[in-house]
């Protein structure tokens, strides 16, 4: 039975597919969840409640396409979308990183990004035949202009991933070095703002600059991860064609639903990004003043730390109770480097006592 499988399996399915890591999410019950960049706040109990309300009113019979108008007229408003753009939803911004890449698909087109970076970018584009060239940033994690620079003009990609701020880095990128690469770039330039809501700076005028950008959003960091809204704005010509590639009713009405409803008290969410900029204020201090940690800058939800012995304290953390993300693995220049999510109040002694107790078992 199991070889007559693995025969179809070898025979129909992809080789490349079967041989690639499946993206990672680590089980996290009973744990301080610090891993993934989820805003650690729930709405107020009353809110909760309205928005049970809300949901129960929703046509569960009938396909989203109304609701997911209105979502795309709010979205554009919260963003403060540009004239002459339009917008489009994705089912997380996974989605339509997924779609970019299809819609690149041309033989020999390559995707472009700075390493270290976020995992999908690479992923997309192996799972679409795309090349993937990754460029190293500096040992500070600045993007290396004159490289960035380079592999644009060899390998002329059809897309270019700027994360701003970056994951897992959690930095802002030079804007002057920005700007140089997208008048160099041949393609599309996409500047993924996921983590918009914690940042001092964004892409809003680039966007109205070039017509060759897209601004790439997500409600996952904002407070809705659950939930799987992202979207993407550019000029109202290109997305018109990429929206061809979107599966119809992507988003479903409950998820549509929930994100108007978030929209609609975005007060709320103000509120907990401002809590979580100055909890992250506090967190840095405080891993700074631990023996051997070393925090970069954070212009996210997200702190990264370089560490003695990042596999031996993961371990430590997650004995007592913290779970963080070990992304040693994922590149060279952060070797020895953690990925701890910013918390509540709460959560973050929390982490700061777990790191500590890990520390003192290393020697
Ligand atoms: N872009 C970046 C830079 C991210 O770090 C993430 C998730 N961690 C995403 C996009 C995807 O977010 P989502 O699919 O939840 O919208």
């Known amino acids: 039975m199991t070889s007559n499988l693995s025969d179809r399996m070898n025979r129909y399915l992809r080789a490349d597919v079967q041989g690639m890591h499946g993206y990672a999410v680590q089980p996290s019950a009973g744990l301080v969840k610090v891993d993934t960049m989820e805003n650690p706040f729930r709405l107020p109990p009353e809110l909760r409640r309205a928005l049970g309300e809300r949901l129960a009113e929703v046509a569960l019979n009938r396909y989203p396409a109304e609701r997911g108008d209105l979502l795309r007229d709010a979205l554009a408003r919260h963003a403060q979308m540009p004239e ?11 989605e339509l990183i997924s779609l970019l890449t299809l819609a690149a698909d041309l033989p020999g087109n390559v995707v472009l990004a700075p390493v270290p970076g976020f995992v999908m970018y690479e992923m997309s584009a192996k799972l679409q035949g795309l090349g993937f060239v990754g460029v190293p940033t500096t040992a500070d994690f600045q993007l290396d202009g004159p490289a960035m620079l380079a592999a644009v003009r060899e390998h002329r990609p059809a897309i270019i991933y700027l994360a ?39 892409s809003l005028d680039r966007l109205k600059r070039h017509e060759h950008v897209l601004l790439m959003r997500t409600m996952s960091k904002f407070g809705l991860a659950g939930v799987r809204i992202g979207y993407l704005i550019g000029r109202t010509a290109l997305i018109r064609e990429l929206d061809k590639l979107r599966p119809p009713f992507n988003v479903s009405v409950l998820n549509c639903e929930a994100a108007l409803f978030a929209l609609e008290h975005v007060q709320e969410y103000a509120k907990q990004a401002a809590t979580i900029r100055a909890e992250r204020a506090k967190l840095f201090d405080a891993l700074a003043a631990l023996p051997g940690v070393h925090p970069f800058p954070s212009e996210a939800n997200m702190i990264l730390v370089r560490v003695p012995d990042a596999a031996r304290l993961f371990a430590g953390m997650k004995a007592r109770g913290v779970l963080v ?7 060279p220049l952060i070797a020895n480097c953690l990925r701890i999510t910013v918390g509540t109040p709460e959560e973050n002694p929390q982490i700061l006592a777990a790191l500590r107790g890990a520390l003192e078992e290393l020697h």
């Open 84 to 94: 002459g753009c339009s917008l489009m939803l994705g089912n997380g911004s996974d």
């Open 164 to 202: 701003y701020p970056n994951n897992p880095t959690a930095n802002l990128w030079d804007d002057g070095v920005i700007d140089a690469i997208i008048e160099a770039a041949p393609g599309l330039v996409v500047m993924d703002e996921a983590y918009q809501p914690f940042a001092s700076r964004d």
């Open 325 to 331: 993300k070990n992304v040693s693995g994922l590149h």
